[in-house]
């Protein structure tokens, strides 16, 4: 399976979570660093989720870029 990771560039840091897995999240001093722990994290929750007997959520998230003129 593929989810879909949001990644975001804060002032010191980089933050990631995964739209399909709410309350899935990372943060990490840089991008490297948080790509790691994201899928670190998405294991984690995954595995807790097979303990459970839960269902794994089936991603149907993308992410998509929109360009715009900033003068328009």
């Known amino acids: ?7 975001e560039k804060g002032p010191t840091s980089w933050g990631a979570y995964v739209p399909d897995l709410p309350g899935v999240i990372s943060v990490g001093d840089s991008r490297d660093e948080v790509e790691r722990l994201i899928q670190e994290a998405i294991w984690f929750h995954l595995d ?9 959520p089936t991603p149907s998230s993308f992410a998509g870029a929109i360009e715009v003129d900033p003068a328009a």
Not at 1 to 7: A, K, L, S
Not at 48 to 56: D, F
């Open 1 to 7: 399976m593929t989810y879909t990771v949001i990644y």
């Open 48 to 56: 807790g989720l097979r303990e459970e007997g839960l269902a794994i």
